[in-house]
């Protein structure tokens, strides 16, 4: 199943696939194996609950880089929504016995897998709702008409 994308260096339309099938079974139970593992090291952190509540939407803040455009908000948000971001976190925490860094590692990861367990994936710049892992807020297999472009 293809979607028409826009390519941000070019105002061509580009078909891209989506992921399906078994691929997408496995990146959503990855999701899942992701955000309950933090899950869990995170309960043993002995770190707030009422911190892990406060903090697991902070990533979605990077939905205001679609005010800049459709570009350079996918850039934003795929950036924050990346499994490796927060590891910048994990590092010193880990190499300088810094373990007070770890809580705030673990949200960030888990907000990403529960993204991913719910299908919501890294973004296109054709517009929010077109993933890595297909569209939202469209029915499964629709497609960007090919005219249409970033707003």
Do not use: C
Not at 52 to 76: E, H, K, M, N, Q
Not at 129 to 141: A, D, E, V
């Amino acid at each position: 199943m293809a979607t028409i994308l826009i390519n941000a260096d070019s105002p061509k339309p580009k078909t891209t696939p989506a992921v399906t099938g078994s691929a997408l079974v496995l990146l959503r139970l990855e999701g899942l194996a992701v955000a309950a593992i933090t899950a869990a090291l995170y309960a043993r952190s002995g770190a707030s609950w009422w911190l892990f509540a406060a903090l697991w939407l902070t990533p979605d803040l990077s939905i205001l880089g679609y005010l800049a455009g459709p570009v350079w908000g996918a850039r934003i948000y795929n950036s924050i929504h990346s499994y490796i971001t927060p590891f910048p976190l994990v590092l010193p925490a880990l190499l300088l016995h810094r373990y007070d860094l770890l809580p705030f590692a673990l949200i960030w990861v888990n907000h990403i897998g529960v993204d991913r367990l719910l299908g919501f994936g890294l973004k296109y710049p054709a517009g929010f709702g077109w993933t890595h892992l297909g569209s939202q807020g469209n029915k499964r297999g629709e497609s960007i008409p090919a005219s249409s472009s970033p707003a």
